[in-house]
């Protein structure tokens, strides 16, 4: 089945600069790879995603980036904010299920 | 997470006791999963449905039974609770598309979670 790895599992920024999370997969036939944010106490909720046809995806400061070639995404955030601060979980897409990263929780310092 | 409902959203259990965890929705949409939340384990799919009457295994459904009677609830039971059951759970909801969650890479929408210990 399909592995995902997901890092760093924490990071702290200072607020404004950027954010970057890494995840991998192992399965070459994964063809979609969303991003979700799961704030303290309540459930995930998606925030960007990007299909296997696509390199590059922005969101107003969020950013996906893709390379099939290598397996690895990445999530983009910019100008950081206290209210990014979360848990981020990757995913990747194959058959008949969502595999999700281990998560990555984010805290943005005033 | 307007929309998707867990009950109860806590609760202590002992060893061997049992225990149905209820999700319940208002959007209308096909495909519901149980998920559990484990420290640094992210999210591991327990069991899916595609539609009323229907249910699937995931990536860890020993010790967990699923039933989908009606379109808009989905119900988690644990027979005989384990300690490794302890564990935070989360229903998800998805829109249609093609059949079986694979096909389906619409958004998934989340409840708040169940968060239950076993002891």
């Known amino acids: 089945g399909e592995n995902v790895e997901q890092h760093p599992s924490t990071l702290s920024v200072q607020e404004g600069d950027s954010a970057v999370i890494k995840c991998t997969y192992s399965?070459?036939?994964?063809?979609?790879f969303p991003w979700y944010k799961q704030e303290l106490g309540k459930g995930s909720q998606l925030i960007i995603d990007?299909?296997?046809?696509?390199g590059e995806k922005k969101d107003q400061r969020i950013a996906v980036t893709l390379n099939k070639t290598a397996k690895h995404f990445s999530l983009h955030i910019t100008e950081t904010q206290p209210e990014d601060s979360a848990v981020y979980f990757c995913?990747?897409?194959?058959?008949?299920?969502?595999?999700f990263g281990s998560g990555t929780r984010l805290q943005v310092q005033p | 997470n307007a929309g998707v409902t867990q009950t109860p959203k806590f609760r202590v259990l002992k060893t061997g006791q049992s225990m149905t965890l209820l999700c319940a929705q208002d959007?209308?949409?096909?495909?519901m999963y149980w998920y559990r939340q484990d420290p640094g384990m992210g999210l591991r799919l327990i069991h899916y449905?595609?539609?009323?009457?229907?249910?699937a295994k995931g990536e860890v459904p020993d010790g967990y039974n699923v039933s989908r009677l009606k379109k808009q609830n989905f119900l988690l039971g644990l027979e005989s609770a384990a300690p490794s059951q302890t564990s935070v759970y989360f229903c998800?909801?998805?829109?249609?598309?093609?059949?079986?969650?694979?096909?389906?890479?619409?958004?998934?929408?989340f409840g708040e979670g169940s968060r239950l210990t076993v002891l």
């Open positions: 990007i299909r296997s046809n696509v």
């Open positions: 399965d070459s036939a994964s063809n979609y």
């Open positions: 998800a909801i998805s829109g249609p598309g093609l059949a079986g969650p694979a096909a389906n890479t619409g958004e998934l929408f």
């Open positions: 995913a990747a897409h194959f058959r008949r299920a969502l595999t």
């Open positions: 449905s595609v539609g009323e009457g229907t249910t």
């Open positions: 959007m209308n949409h096909e495909y």
